[in-house]
């Protein structure tokens, strides 16, 4: 993982030709959520319906295209359990990206969304992107959190809604491919608005004169 | 619509904007042109001197005018720029007019009144046309108000003398000056105008006028600003930032060798070692500041000779009892983080700026520190001053670190990362000075005050309860494990702490671990309790479940967290990959484990889930053969994975209480790499970890004062400037180009306010 005081946008490493961009995204959430499964589905297309609980944090790799860019994902995949909780908020600074994930069938998991939001805001990049997730919706069933409240929730906190099941691949891609639009969005507007030149341009005028009336004088 | 091409260039916007007015004025008012194009010479030093070269330039206008058909005059400025001399031609069809400039040291006599004039322009034009037509005549007298020495200019320059008396002139340590050194208005001009008058109406000669400028029918006012009107804060900043250019390090400038003063230094550690292991406590009065100054100075006279240091000794105390306010007092040496009461609350969105700029909290030591050299490279020795005082700086550090006094101004916990690297480091350092010094102390006290204790975490949150039961338990502990405390030898220990009786270590740790069962670990004493869960009971004999005591994680600077995560990720996305980081990820969890089996003798996996990851604990209600309701449980499907992690390393765990494991964190080792880290940054290095304070200082500065005059314009541009700064200052290395436009942004608005303050 490279810097958390990098290049912003993860800029072309030198070392590593094969993207233009390369952003970090990190999956949190209660334990037992199914971040792992959710991060396999995308990466490998696989499920298993266990996977170890995490140890601290891993990673995968995925590289898409957008817009004729090459981008290369790097999704860390963190623990749920509170005792890793330090561990691995050290990492969210570095992240442009997140997936907040709860399980619907698991209204513990649900409450502790506002908390998970709360460690983004302190520990995060300012404008990092986060998406609420509201995973194994293949379990109707079990179903203990509506989608309504879950969307509620999203929008309480200013974040965009899924629910998606790893299990039978109901909008994992959708779910990355999205956040991976807000995050270039984002990018492009604060490209824009970054660019020194333009702004101090524009400064120019209200930084120094009124302009002089024509029908004065001038002083030679 | 007027039209104006320039060929300025090396100009910024605002510049740019001025001059464009000022040629627009000029040649509006010399020719009465509202259609022009300029060549202008892009460099004060490329002016077109030469009477050949001029001429060379003007026929070459009209060949392209002649060639091009353009009726716009063409102009070109020639002598130096500040005579604003332009010569051009216009040609039309049939038509050519040339446009020439004089300019006259001495105004001969006849022109200095309007018939004087009136008759030369008649001779000028020698129009054939009798009787001549009445000429239209505008008139303008400027009076020119160009030199006030003699008035008063409110900005008292800053009293050095006084500095040290640490109120007069604003120029307290910690605060940064502000506005214009000279008058920022340099020119006003009153301007007395009868715009439309004709020949013959009035008299105007050399002995008699008519034009008196009390009955002008028009007035007006004009003030010139000066171009760059020197300000202070925009200077300090400017001269803080050529620092991040110099190259020598901070021995260079100082003019010594560092690893002598290396060798010496670390004779001195072992020598204060010993000395805190002997029990006398260490007096308070050895502990004043100007001791310790008194004690560097010496060193730096040892190695400079006679001369000199940079810094005397009342401007060095001054700043240091700024930076450490607890050096002064009796007691409060164990540096809780002092903060001035005059700082915005910690809610605020001022305060919170560290957060966009990656400074570091304003009220916190690392921007005292950046205030504090910004100061003296200003006023006080400049790069030597900067370098002197920085050493005196890594010193106070060493000196804290080795007497466990923390280092004030800073919020305890581990290093913020959204702060400046090198605020993070002192966090650090403070981290390592906090457990070395509770691990001292533990030693002469009581051990159970000795580990940091808590986390808030599953284990916390459950109900879990402090009950009065689990003090006495806790208190227990204390006196049964008092005697081990007194072996703890030396800080190069990988252990937390080691364990005299071996007879102990024997009976509980190793045989208990190789025996592994349940049931003869039952036996064992129970070690290195937090306090009892509030519900859970162990499953085998239904014993209360204890919270053990555990180690911290390690806390990390954003640097290291960069190594280790790519060290990390290099291992790759294999499965094979997958393992090896668990595995290296793991110390952690088996360092919970045996604290966790060492509170609990005789617990299983399932308990230490019950406690860490209860989700992993499924249990259901089931009926029994008797037909009773009863509670099953068992581990989750992932925790029964054939020699999954967690398996594998309860396998692995000895009963072995958090006191007595292996240190996640060795504080030795991580204070001695800040301290040396902080020791080899050269001044430009300091200048580039501390600039993003100094802006941030600075915005601040901007924002008061503006307050004070309250112009909305430049509320618009400071909300810019932070917007444009929080995007620079967050890459790790801001190019310098982009620094400068940054304080030039901030000068430019200290000048406006200084001019509206006016």
Redesign the interface.
């Given at each position: 993982m490279a810097s958390a005081t990098d290049s912003r946008y993860g800029q072309k490493e030198s070392s590593d030709q094969n993207f233009d961009y390369m952003f970090k995204i990190l999956i949190i959430g209660n334990s037992s959520v199914g971040k792992t499964s959710f991060l396999f589905r995308y990466a490998d297309d696989s499920f298993t319906p266990a996977f170890v609980s995490t140890v601290g944090i891993d990673f995968k790799v995925k590289t898409i295209y957008r817009n004729d860019k090459r981008i290369k994902l790097q999704i860390w995949d963190t623990a749920g359990q509170e005792r890793y909780r330090t561990i691995t908020t050290a990492y969210y600074r570095g992240a442009m990206g997140f997936i907040l994930m709860y399980d619907i069938t698991n209204e513990e998991s649900f409450n502790a969304v506002q908390d998970w939001s709360t460690q983004i805001k302190t520990y995060s990049w300012d404008n990092a992107q986060v998406l609420l997730v509201g995973n194994k919706c293949d379990m109707e069933d079990e179903r203990v959190v509506s989608s309504e409240r879950g969307r509620q929730l999203a929008d309480h906190l200013g974040f965009e809604f899924f629910e998606a099941s790893a299990k039978d691949n109901i909008n994992v891609k959708q779910t990355f491919e999205r956040l991976v639009d807000v995050i270039c969005e984002k990018m492009s507007e604060s490209l824009d608005t970054a660019d020194p030149a333009v702004t101090g341009a524009k400064q120019g005028p209200q930084l120094t004169d009124q302009q002089a009336p024509p029908h004065q004088d001038c002083a030679c | 619509m007027d039209t104006c091409i320039l060929t300025f260039s090396l100009l910024?916007?605002?510049?740019?904007?001025?001059a464009f007015?000022?040629l627009?004025?000029?040649l509006?008012?010399r020719y009465g042109l509202r259609e022009f194009v300029v060549i202008a010479p892009a460099a004060n030093n490329d002016a077109v001197l030469s009477e050949s070269k001029c001429n060379l330039l003007l026929s070459s206008v009209s060949i392209a005018l002649g060639n091009t058909g353009c009726q716009v005059p063409l102009f070109v400025q020639i002598h130096h720029k500040w005579?604003?001399m332009y010569v051009g031609e216009c040609q039309g069809p049939g038509v050519r007019t040339d446009f020439e400039m004089v300019h006259l040291r001495k105004v001969p006599n006849q022109y200095t009144h309007l018939s004087g004039l009136l008759d030369i322009f008649k001779s000028k034009i020698g129009c054939p046309l009798t009787p001549l037509p009445p000429v239209s005549i505008a008139i303008?007298f400027?009076y020119?108000l160009q030199d006030w020495q003699q008035y008063f200019w409110p900005q008292q320059p800053p009293d050095i003398d006084a500095l040290v008396g640490g109120e007069v002139g604003g120029l307290e340590f910690g605060k940064l000056p502000f506005g214009a050194c000279e008058d920022p208005i340099s020119?006003l001009?009153l301007?007395t105008t009868w715009p439309h008058l004709t020949e013959g109406i009035i008299v105007d000669n050399d002995v008699y006028s008519d034009l008196d400028p009390l009955q002008a029918p028009h007035w007006?006012v004009?003030v010139?600003?000066a171009d760059n009107p020197q300000c202070l804060l925009g200077d300090f900043v400017t001269e803080f930032f050529k620092i991040c250019r110099r190259k020598e390090s901070t021995d260079e400038i100082l003019g010594r060798s560092t690893f002598e003063e290396e060798g010496r230094e670390i004779a001195d550690i072992s020598h204060a070692l010993s000395k805190l292991t002997e029990p006398a406590p260490v007096p308070i009065h050895k502990l004043s500041v100007s001791n310790m100054v008194h004690t560097a100075k010496k060193k730096i006279r040892k190695h400079r000779g006679v001369e000199e240091s940079p810094l005397n000794n009342d401007v060095l105390n001054t700043i240091l009892l700024f930076l450490f306010p607890d050096a002064t007092s009796e007691k409060p040496l164990d540096g809780t983080s002092s903060t001035d009461n005059n700082n915005p609350s910690s809610e605020s969105e001022e305060y919170n700026l560290y957060?966009?700029f990656?400074s570091a909290p304003s009220d916190s030591l690392t921007y005292k520190l950046a205030l504090c050299l910004c100061m003296i490279n200003f006023y006080h020795g400049g790069l030597k001053g900067v370098a002197h005082l920085w050493q005196e700086f890594v010193l106070e550090m060493r000196f804290r670190w080795e007497n466990n006094f923390l280092i004030p101004g800073l919020a305890s916990g581990?290093p913020d990362?959204?702060c400046c690297?090198l605020h993070q480091k002192l966090q650090m350092l403070n981290c390592c000075i906090e457990r070395k010094k509770a691990r001292d102390e533990g030693r002469k006290t009581s051990p159970s005050d000795n580990v940091t204790n808590t986390?808030?975490?599953?284990?916390g949150?459950a109900g879990d309860q402090l009950g009065p039961d689990n003090l006495k338990d806790m208190d227990k502990e204390k006196g049964e494990v008092g005697k081990s405390w007194d072996s703890w030898s030396d800080s190069e220990e990988e252990f937390f702490e080691c364990l005299s009786d071996t007879e102990e270590l024997k009976g509980n740790g190793q045989e208990g671990g190789k025996k592994g069962g349940p049931k003869e670990m039952a036996s064992l004493k129970p070690e290195g309790r937090l306090y009892q869960h509030g519900k859970l009971r162990l499953l085998h004999n239904g014993e209360p479940l204890y919270i053990p005591v555990t180690q911290?994680?390690a806390p990390?600077t954003?640097?290291l967290?960069?190594e280790q995560?790519?060290v990390?990720?290099k291992l790759g996305?294999s499965a094979e990959g997958?393992h090896l980081?668990?595995r290296?990820?793991?110390a952690?969890?088996l360092s919970?484990m045996e604290s966790f089996k060492a509170a609990n003798p005789g617990c299983f996996l399932e308990d230490f889930v019950r406690w860490?990851?209860?989700?992993?604990y499924i249990e259901e209600e089931v009926i029994d053969e008797k037909g009773n309701m009863v509670l099953k449980g068992e581990l989750?499907?992932?925790?029964?994975?054939p020699s999954?992690?967690?398996v594998e390393a309860w396998e692995t765990a000895k009963p072995i209480p958090a006191r007595r494991q292996r240190r996640l964190f060795d504080d030795t080792r991580e204070a001695e790499k800040v301290l040396h880290y902080l020791a080899v940054q050269k001044p430009a290095d300091l200048a580039r970890h501390l600039l993003p304070c100094v802006i941030h200082a600075a915005v601040l500065k901007v924002k008061e004062e503006e307050s004070l005059e309250n112009i909305s314009?430049v509320k618009?541009?400071i909300k810019?400037i932070i917007?444009?700064s929080s995007?620079?200052l967050?890459?790790?290395n801001p190019e310098d180009k982009?620094l400068e436009?940054i304080i030039?942004?901030i000068t430019?608005?200290e000048?406006?306010i200084a001019r509206a303050a006016h």
């Open positions: - | 910024n916007g605002s510049d740019l904007l001025f007015v000022c627009f004025v000029c509006f008012f005579r604003r303008r400027t020119v020119e001009h301007a007006s004009r010139r600003k957060n966009q990656k581990p990362l959204r690297l986390y808030s975490g599953d284990a949150k911290e994680p990390m954003e640097d967290l960069e995560s790519e990390l990720a996305t997958a980081r668990a290296m990820q793991s952690c969890l919970d860490y990851s209860p989700r992993d989750s499907a992932r925790m029964k994975i999954n992690m967690w314009s618009k541009i810019q917007s444009h995007k620079v967050h890459f790790s982009k436009e030039h942004q430019n608005v000048a406006v």
